[in-house]
C-alpha cells in the first residue's frame, strides 16, 4: 500500500465507513439528554438562570427585556436563553411544572445542537478536497458515506466530552450558547452548497451568540464571521451573503442593547461588565488545568487534524474549525475574564476538527482511545454501584462513611424505576464491550463508540443510583418547602439582604417568596421580614437558630426560620422578622 500523500492524508476503504445505523445513535442521544433532567429538583448553579426565565414568565415585558431574579438584574449575558426557557414555562405551563418545563428547553436545545453538528460536518465530509485518496483497484468509499461517517463520529464525540455534558444538562446559559454556535457552524457549511438558505441560518446563529453570550465574544464571532465571508470558498456568494448574515446577525443583538439603555440600572450593570484586562495568572492556572480533562477526547483528535491535514489548511473544515477555535482564545486574552461556560465555547472548533483528525488515525491509535474508555468507565461504573450498595448495607465502611459526611442525615430510597434502566444501562455496556471484542469492527466510528457509549452509561447510572444522594446534597427544594410552610400566606413583602441570586431564584419558586425590587432602600419600603444569610448578619452559623432575637439596621428583629443545603453548611439562610 502506498504512502499518503502530504497533502491528503486518507486512505481508506468502504469498511471504514460502514454505516452506523442511525436508529442506535437517536437512542444513545436519547439515553445521553434525558438523564439529569428528571428525578431530581432545582440545584445551585441553575437556581439563578432558572429564577430569571420564571421572572420573565409571570412577569411584564420589560422582565423579557431586562432579565432580572425577582427584582435582581442579571446583565451579565444575553436574554436568548431564558427567553427559550421562558417562552417552554409558558406554553406548557397547563402539563408542567415551570421547572420541568425549563427542563423540556434544555433537552430541545441539547437536540438541536446535534442536528446542527451533524448536518455541518457531513456536508464538509463529502466536499472534493477531502476525501480519501481512490485506491488502485478501487473500493475507496463514495463521498456520501465518508461524509456521513465523519458526522456520526462528530455526533458520538459530542456525546463522549465530558465537559459538554456537565454544561448541558442544566436550566443556565450553556445548552443555548451550544446550539447557537451550531447553528452558526451549520449557517457557514450550507452556504457553501445552498446559499440562499444557508446565509439565513448563519444570519440566525450569529444573532443567537449576540443574544447569549458575552459582548466581547460576540464581537470575536463578528470578525471571524468576516474572516469567514471573504475566504476563498464563500468569495463567489459572499456579495449577496454578507449583507444579510451581517445586517441581521448584527441587527437583533443591536436592537436589544439600545433597549436596554433607558433602564439606567440595568445598563450600568451591563457596563461596569465589559472590561479590558490581560488574562490574571489565576485564570491561566485555571484554562491549564481544566481545559484538558474538560474536552477530552475532542482535544487530542482536532491536534492530530491540524498536523495532518496542515498542507491543506484553507479547506473549509480547517478554516471554521481554526477560526471557531481563535474567537474564544481572543475573548479570553482581551478581557481576562472567564465565565461559567467559558470552556465550552472552544467545543465547536474541536468538534469539527476532530471527526477528521479521528479518520487519519491508524488502527493501533485509534485503539488506545477504546481501551482508555473501556477501563475508565467500567471502573466508574463499578464504583457507582459501590457507592449505591454501601449506602444499603454499609459496606464498605470507608464509602459508607464519606457518604454520610458529606451528607448527613441521608437516607437512601429504593425506586424501581431508576434501578431498572441502571441494570439495563449497565447491560447494554457490557454488549458493547463483548461488540468491540469479538467483532473487531473497522469502522472508524468504533474508536469513539465506546467513548459515547461509556460516558452515557455514566451519566445514567449518577441520574438513576446516585441522583437521590446527588439532590440530597444540591436541591434547593427541601429548604424551600421547609421556608413555606414558615412563611405567612398573607405576606406581600419581604427584603432580600446580601442574598445571592441562586438562593432569591430558588426560594420564589418554592417558598412563593414576594420579594422586593433590588433597588428598593431598606428605609424608604418597610417590610415585616427580611431573608438574609448568617455570614450578611456577621454571625456565626450555631448563634442563629429560631426565635433569636438580633438587632439589625437599628431595630430588633427575630429569627423565625433558619435553613441551609447540606452542601452549604456553613452559610444558613435566615428569615428575620421584626418585633
Known sequence: ????????????????????????????????????????????????????????????????????????????????PYWIGALFIKLFSPLLQPFSAAQLAIACQDALAMYFLWQAVYRLGKRDEVQPQPLTFGGQPL??????????????????????????????????????????????????????????????????????????LFVSFILITLSVLFFTHWRDHSLHTAPIVLLIGIALPLIWLMNIQHNADFFQGWLDGQHFAPISKENTRF???????????????????????????????????????????????????????????????????????????????????????????????AAIWMAWEAS??????????????????????????????????SFAWAFLLSWRIRFEPRALWKSVALSSGGLVMVWVLLATLAMPWLDYTRSYERVG?????????????????????AARGAMYYYAKVPFLPEQSAFSQVQCPYILTTNEALNLPVNQVVEDTSIEFKERRWRAAWTGERVSERNSTLVLLRQD
Request: proline share 7%; with cysteine; hydrophobic share 50%.
Open 392 to 425: 444499603w448495607l454499609g459496606y464498605p465502611k470507608s464509602i459508607y462513611h464519606n457518604i454520610n459526611k458529606l451528607a448527613p442525615g441521608f437516607e437512601p430510597v429504593f425506586r424501581w424505576l431508576p434501578f431498572i434502566f441502571a441494570c439495563l444501562v
Open 143 to 216: 463521498a456520501h458515506e465518508y461524509g456521513r461517517m465523519l458526522a456520526d463520529s462528530a455526533v458520538l464525540l459530542f456525546i463522549a466530552t465530558y465537559g459538554i455534558a456537565a454544561h448541558t444538562h442544566d436550566t443556565s446559559n450553556g445548552a443555548t450558547q451550544l446550539m447557537v454556535s451550531m447553528l452558526w457552524l451549520f449557517g457557514a457549511s450550507l452556504t457553501l452548497e445552498r446559499p440562499q438558505l444557508g446565509r439565513w441560518l448563519w444570519a440566525l446563529g450569529l444573532a443567537g451568540l449576540g443574544l447569549s453570550v458575552p459582548f466581547a
Open 481 to 501: 418547602r421547609s421556608l413555606a410552610q414558615k412563611l405567612p400566606t398573607q405576606t406581600t413583602c419581604v427584603h432580600a439582604y446580601q442574598l445571592s441570586n
Open 287 to 381: 484554562f491549564a488545568r481544566n481545559i484538558l480533562v474538560f474536552a477530552w477526547p475532542l482535544w487530542p483528535l482536532a491536534l492530530v487534524c491540524l498536523w495532518r491535514w496542515r498542507a491543506q489548511w484553507d479547506t473549509p473544515m480547517m478554516i471554521l474549525g481554526i477560526l471557531l477555535l481563535l474567537a474564544p482564545t481572543a475573548h479570553i486574552l482581551i478581557t481576562g475574564q472567564r465565565f461559567i461556560t467559558s470552556l465550552l465555547m472552544f467545543t465547536p472548533g474541536f468538534l469539527i476538527l476532530a471527526p477528521f483528525g479521528l479518520a487519519t488515525l491508524n488502527r493501533g491509535r485509534a485503539n488506545i482511545i477504546d481501551w482508555f474508555s473501556l477501563a475508565t468507565f467500567t471502573v466508574l461504573a
Open 1 to 80: 500500500m502506498k504512502s499518503a500523500s502530504p497533502s491528503n492524508p486518507l486512505r481508506l476503504n468502504r469498511q471504514d465507513t460502514t454505516r452506523l445505523p442511525h436508529r442506535y445513535l437517536v437512542l444513545l442521544a436519547i439515553a445521553y439528554i434525558l438523564p439529569g433532567l428528571i428525578w431530581r429538583g432545582l440545584w445551585r448553579q441553575e437556581a439563578e438562570s432558572f429564577g430569571i426565565m420564571l421572572t420573565m414568565a409571570q412577569g411584564a415585558m420589560s422582565d423579557w427585556l431586562f432579565p432580572n431574579v425577582i427584582g435582581a438584574y442579571v446583565p451579565d449575558n444575553g436574554p436568548l
